[in-house]
Nanobody, 125 residues
Framework: VQLQASGGGLVQPGGSLRLSCAHS????????IGWFRQAPGKEREGVSC?????????HFADSVKGRFTISRDTARKMVYLQMNALQPEDTAVYFC??????????????????WGKGTLVTVSS
């Protein structure tokens, strides 16, 4: 079982970026997968999650609602986080994680079974 985030980089304020999370292992096919972020000196924050199907339940943190979308391609074992209207406060290491269900509890981080390594997103002019 493995989760690997990619797609981070440097982007200007107002710009967009798409992060990818590749998951492997039969187990994660049936798990909700989502994204967390952690900025320097700040606590980890749940960003978004999606249920186990391509049209699965989605949840978003209030801080990203209307700007970020999440999608899943079960055939390719990929989850994507499309980030639009990025602001400097979105700067953080983003990493993906898996839990049986996508709900508000997922975004607390307490119900996570699997964590992946992160990718750095820097929003700066």
């Amino acid at each position: 079982v493995q989760l690997q985030a990619s797609g981070g980089g440097l982007v200007q304020p107002g710009g967009s970026l798409r992060l990818s999370c590749a998951h492997s292992g039969f187990t994660l096919d049936y798990y909700a997968i989502g994204w967390f972020r952690q900025a320097p000196g700040k606590e980890r924050e749940g960003v978004s999650c999606i249920g186990s199907s391509d049209e699965g339940t989605r949840h978003f943190a209030d801080s990203v609602k209307g700007r970020f979308t999440i999608s899943r391609d079960t055939a390719r074992k990929m989850v994507y986080l499309q980030m639009n209207a990025l602001q400097p406060e979105d700067t953080a290491v983003y990493f993906c994680a898996a839990s049986p269900y996508c709900n508000g509890y997922f975004l607390t981080g307490y119900g996570i079974d699997y964590w992946g390594k992160g990718t750095l997103v820097t929003v700066s002019s």
